[in-house]
């Protein structure tokens, strides 16, 4: 069983920045590929950025490239999320997410190939 516990999320103004942070409870947090996903009100959960389990690469959503920035320590079980010039458009629930399985890809979570998620942190950017 594996517990993800994000912190970090609040209210900011447009062009903001903000660093969400989820630290997993698991022994084998450094085998999987972590990701973070966002849902805001009336829209369906979608991808936001993934890091393979090294760290080595990185995937993001068209919408957050260049803004945000995925990262991750795996001697303290935690992945970041440094959120960057913040938009309205960013307001949403966002949660951490662990692979579904020691092979899932940062492509496979593109797919939403989840094993785990966190219970959600909420962003909100005022204009």
């Known amino acids: 069983q594996e517990e993800l516990v994000e912190s970090g999320g609040g209210l900011v103004q447009a062009g903001g920045s903000l660093r969400l942070s989820c630290l997993a409870s698991?022994?084998?947090?450094?085998?999987?590929?972590m990701g973070w996903f966002r849902q805001a009100p009336g829209k369906e959960r979608e991808f936001v950025a993934a890091?393979?389990?090294?760290?080595?690469?990185?995937y993001y959503a068209d919408s957050v490239t260049g803004r945000f920035s995925i990262s991750r320590d795996n001697a303290e079980n935690t992945v970041y999320l440094q959120m960057n010039s913040l938009k309205p458009e960013d307001t949403a629930v966002y949660y951490c997410a662990r692979g579904r399985n020691v092979y899932t890809s940062g492509q496979d979570m593109r797919d939403m190939m989840v094993g785990y998620w966190g219970q959600g942190a909420q962003v909100t950017v005022s204009s």
């Open positions: 890091i393979t389990s090294s760290g080595g690469r990185t």
């Open positions: 698991g022994r084998t947090f450094s085998r999987y590929t």
